[in-house]
């Protein structure tokens, strides 16, 4: 009789079965959670509160700069004078002298009392390819302080 060889080791010899078993020492996860431990306190030490209200005004005001532009390109037909206005505490968005109001924001938009636009006072009108003259937007909590800059063709970073 013809007898096939086989390459194949049993996984059962008798009636004892071998199992290959694989699993993280208690070492190997102690270790991995004291440096993810570290590295967390690292990243919160590293952001206070005044950063995270500085930088949430700068998004404010990225916001209000991308709805201004926006709005300018949507109302193409030339009819209509798309402003930003900023102050030293607000941020105004207006359409024909009148403040505009989205479905999530209210403009004036004031900011923080903590924060102020060192800029302050600057008029920037988007034609209908929502376009502006370049200019830069210094918001400031008296220790920090960041920039916005607004290029010639309206967009911000």
Request: proline share 3%; charged share 15%; aromatic share 8%.
């Amino acid at each position: 009789m013809y007898r096939q060889k086989c390459c194949f080791l049993p996984l059962s010899v008798g009636r004892k079965r071998f199992y290959r078993q694989s699993a993280f020492t208690l070492i190997e996860l102690v270790a991995v959670l004291v440096i993810v431990g570290i590295l967390a306190t690292t990243v919160l030490l590293r952001s206070s509160p005044s950063d995270i209200i500085l930088q949430s005004a700068k998004s404010n005001v990225f916001a209000a700069l991308v709805f201004a532009r926006e709005t300018a390109m949507a109302r193409s037909d030339g009819t209509a004078v798309i402003t930003l206005i900023t102050t030293e505490q607000s941020i105004d968005v207006r359409v024909n002298n009148a403040s505009l109001n989205s479905i999530t924001q209210t403009y004036p938009l004031m900011l923080p009392s903590d924060i102020r636009i060192t800029s302050a006072n600057q008029i920037f009108t988007f034609n209908s390819l929502g376009e502006t003259p370049g200019k830069i937007i210094t918001l400031s909590d008296g220790e920090r302080s960041l920039m916005v800059t607004i290029s010639g063709v309206g967009y911000a970073y």
